[in-house]
């Protein structure tokens, strides 16, 4: 049974700092593009990072460029989203995403995912 389990969210200040973590299980890891998405209230699930398989190519929305950055660990089978200098409009609940395809993942639609976490809550104050 694959399983994306998202950590690290909390309620910090504007002008934070969180590291999200995602720990994946029960598929193989390198062989997956990963995604960080998020849906604040009332809006639409957007796109927010993406990772290809080795880690070779990123991509960030504009949004947050300058202040998030993806990372991956295959040895230990996590993506990690490090977020810096965090604004109020970053209040969102963060998913992890899965797909065989980078392409898939940075077209930010969220078809073609195979698989999702159940998310974790940011929650930044002004």
């Known amino acids: 049974q694959v399983q994306l389990v998202e950590s690290g969210g909390g309620l910090v200040q504007a002008g934070g700092s969180l590291r999200l973590s995602c720990a994946a299980s029960g598929l193989t890891f390198r062989a997956y593009a990963m995604g960080w998405f998020r849906q604040a209230p009332g809006k639409e699930r957007e796109i927010v990072a993406a990772?290809?398989?080795?880690?070779?190519?990123?991509y960030y929305a504009d949004s947050v460029k300058g202040r998030f950055t993806v990372c991956r660990d295959n040895a230990k089978n996590t993506v990690f989203l490090q977020m810096i200098s965090l604004k109020p409009e970053d209040t969102a609940v963060y998913y992890c995403?899965?797909?065989?395809?980078?392409?898939?993942?940075?077209?930010?639609?969220?078809?073609?995912?195979?698989?999702w976490g159940k998310g974790t809550l940011v929650t930044v104050s002004s």
């Open positions: 995403a899965a797909a065989p395809n980078y392409g898939t993942v940075v077209a930010g639609a969220g078809t073609g995912i195979n698989y």
């Open positions: 990772i290809a398989r080795s880690g070779v190519s990123t």
